[in-house]
């Protein structure tokens, strides 16, 4: 019977740690964080909403993304004019496969903007090679701003 019970006590105790262990991916709200970013971050430019179906433009279907943006992800960007490399891009996704695959996408366009930046305002790479993009759990976040201690405090606030 003492060792029916000390094994019940001892699966009992791995359970408990595993479930402890075990962290839940909480959504973030895209559409506020990246309104957040956009009102508390420094930018030179002033940055405007792009639309959803300017999004898809920027998430065409690709190696990366076959489908395009995948479904069922919420989006919110924000973009300067073009005189800067300034933007914002924040990614709810359903999974972090989709994420992982986001996220790839985005580095090629980065990327591009990277190379376009070096032709035409060279000034320009270094706030993109010290952007903010990051995976929390399914949400990726781009912030490309000289403002990057402002961003992070930002999205601490968001992604907890």
Excluded: H
Excluded at 7 to 36: I, P
Excluded at 121 to 147: H, K, M, Q, W
């Amino acid at each position: 019977m003492k060792r029916i019970i000390s094994m019940l006590l001892a699966v009992m105790s791995v359970a408990a740690l595993t479930a402890c262990g075990q962290q839940k991916d909480t959504a973030v709200d895209a559409q506020g964080l990246a309104k957040a970013l956009v009102e508390k971050v420094s930018f030179e430019s002033e940055l405007t909403a792009v639309s959803d179906e300017e999004l898809r433009y920027y998430f065409q279907p690709s190696e990366a993304l076959p489908e395009g943006l995948p479904e069922g992800c919420t989006a919110a960007a924000y973009m300067s004019s073009g005189s800067t490399a300034e933007e914002v891009f924040v990614i709810q996704c359903k999974s972090g496969d989709d994420a992982a695959a986001l996220r790839a996408s985005m580095q090629e366009f980065l990327d591009s903007q990277k190379t376009e930046m070096e032709r035409y305002l060279p000034a320009e790479v270094d706030r993109i090679n010290s952007a903010i993009f990051e995976t929390y759990g399914t949400c990726v976040v781009l912030c490309v701003s000289s403002d990057t201690d402002t961003a992070r405090s930002v999205i601490k606030e968001y992604v907890k």
